[in-house]
């Protein structure tokens, strides 16, 4: 009798792992929006603020910086529409980690473009572009996919020499509203 009720309780705690795994795997992405939820502020003041000690840019036209998240020497800020419903969304990053262009390019990129704020997207590469951005070469990549509702989306993710160190930038829209006369000013407007 004692041998059945010791091999129940084995199975018993060999379950809890498994079904751990399994609600992670379920409700994971919920579990995760809810953190990031969270995790950002919506204060404009202070967003304006961290973005400013970032970089220097012209912000678009109908645009205002909407929040921020701050954590372990990782600052990010969003930038979106007054009207949220309409553009697209530019996000400035300083990872607090040492980066040069070429590191951000081929081993981080993939990591910017799944998170962005709240939302998260599945993009690859689509094209490359070299350019001249705040006095040093740069690597524009543009990615293309969906976000997490299916809705087809193009992101631009570079990086750049900042104001306190390298920063990240990522600018992610719907496929049919994408303005590259928008991305193209504020590129430009960085300094």
Known sequence: ??????????????????????????????????????????????????????????????YHEKSYFQTMGISQVILAPLDSNDGMTILLVQPGMSLNDEEIATEMEDAWAKDVGLHTYKTSLATNETTFLCGQ??????????DET???????????????????????????????????EFLQSLN
């Open 1 to 62: 009798m004692k041998t059945s009720i010791r091999w129940n309780r084995i199975v018993i705690l060999a379950l809890i792992p498994v079904l751990l795994c399994l609600c992670l795997v379920i409700f994971g992405s919920t579990i995760g929006h809810e953190i990031r939820k969270l995790a950002w502020k919506n204060d404009p003041v202070k967003a304006a603020e961290i973005a400013r000690s970032l970089a220097s840019y012209n912000l678009p036209s109908g």
């Open 137 to 146: 070469d740069a690597t524009l990549s543009y990615r293309e996919g969906k």
């Open 150 to 184: 299916g809705q087809a989306v193009r992101q631009l993710i570079t990086g750049f020499y900042g104001k306190t160190g390298w920063t990240v930038l990522v600018i992610v829209g719907p496929m049919e509203s994408w303005n590259q006369n928008l991305v193209d």
